[in-house]
């Protein structure tokens, strides 16, 4: 059965009527742009998905158990909306798949989710009125996919006490996968946050294993290395301005040459990003600056610098517009991401990458 027959079928599921499910929500996200891109010394004018928020659909639901517990679960795909095409490498629920119980004591979910670090960075990597760590945001086009989501993992919330609230994961990475290594991609963290009025403080430590062989040459046999994650970000809302500031260093392992999601592989470097949101009538303004550090290397570092004007036509519906630069130094290659990803890969390292785009974003 194909994936969109799987779709199809998990649709007229959720359209019977609730048995033992307090409640079922069908939801998502279309977002489709204009961009004009730049890569060094190239420049493309296309169409994009996904720059403010990463377009998707999903599933989510919640079972009552009586006495405060509840049964949860979602179920996320992306998908490109200007080609209709499914992102996360054709997986149907790439973004998120995960069955969980709340309560008293917090929430446990198991399955596909997000990492502390991801729950940070989207927070303090402002959003406007998109999602936090998209378009525009410095920080999004330096960081991870591979210790930004993880599959195969527990992620425990505790309740907030006193302005406190606890995080914590484990992952199995390969999770007996055949012809890697026994433990590949697993991840391990744990996160604290404060919030006490207008003010939110995060710090957040993982942990990561990755290899430094090759994508092609990775074996069952090939060696692993710890890799380590320290973020510390703030915000504060004084009203007609919101800061923030996050702050990442990984460390732990022999150093890479660069980064290799299939291995879990992250050079050391460090990463800052300053942002700001001003309100301006029912409109936002978005300013982003960030820098990004390679250790062993500073041909290596790069700076980014973002400015996007998001405007509500109603309350599920707005339109946006912004440019943003990537100053890369002789050996960085980095560009200029949407929040789902899939920036115009840059001509050559040391190249400058800019972006204009207009788009609109509804949600359903």
Not at 27 to 34: L, P
Not at 119 to 132: E, I, M, N, Q, W
């Amino acid at each position: 059965m194909t994936n969109w027959k799987w779709c199809a079928s998990l649709l007229g599921l959720a359209a019977l009527p609730a048995m033992a499910q307090s409640s079922v929500t069908l939801y998502g996200r279309v977002d489709t742009a204009i961009e004009y891109a730049n890569f060094g010394p190239n420049h493309v004018t296309r169409m994009g998905s996904g720059n403010i928020f990463a377009t998707s659909w999903g599933l989510k639901g919640t079972e009552d158990l009586g006495g405060g517990y509840a049964a949860v679960f979602k179920l996320e795909n992306g998908f490109n909306s200007a080609n209709g095409t499914i992102n996360n490498n054709g997986a149907l629920f790439g973004r998120e798949s995960w069955v969980g119980l709340t309560g008293p004591f917090g929430a446990l979910q198991a399955g596909n989710t997000y990492t502390i670090l991801h729950t940070s960075f989207v927070t303090y990597s402002l959003p406007g009125y998109g999602a936090g760590l998209a378009w525009g945001n410095a920080s999004n086009n330096f960081v991870g996919p591979s210790y930004l989501r993880v599959s195969n993992s527990l992620r425990y919330t505790s309740p907030r006490f006193a302005g406190l609230l606890l995080r914590a994961m484990a992952a199995r990475g390969a999770n007996g996968v055949a012809n890697q290594p026994s433990t590949l991609g697993d991840t391990y963290g744990a996160g604290l946050n404060y919030a006490n009025g207008l003010l939110a403080v995060d710090v957040d430590y993982m942990q990561q294993k990755f290899s430094t062989s090759s994508a092609a040459a990775l074996t069952a046999s090939s060696p692993t290395a710890a890799g380590n994650y320290l973020l510390g970000a703030i915000s504060y809302d004084f009203g007609v301005i919101k800061p923030s500031f996050i702050y990442l260093r990984h460390r732990g392992g022999p150093d890479v040459a660069s980064m290799v999601p299939a291995t879990s592989a992250n050079p050391h470097n460090d990463l800052y990003e300053l942002n700001a949101t001003v309100p301006i009538g029912r409109a936002s303004l978005l300013l982003s600056y960030g820098h990004y550090r390679k250790v062993a290397d500073s041909d290596g570092n790069a700076d980014s610098y973002g400015v996007r004007l998001d405007y509500p036509v109603s309350k599920r519906t707005v339109l946006y517009t912004g440019a943003a630069m990537v100053r890369n130094n002789a050996h960085a290659s980095f560009t200029i991401n949407g929040a789902a990803g899939g920036g115009v890969p840059v001509a050559k390292p040391g190249a400058t990458a800019s972006s204009i785009v207009a788009g609109v974003m509804t949600a359903f």
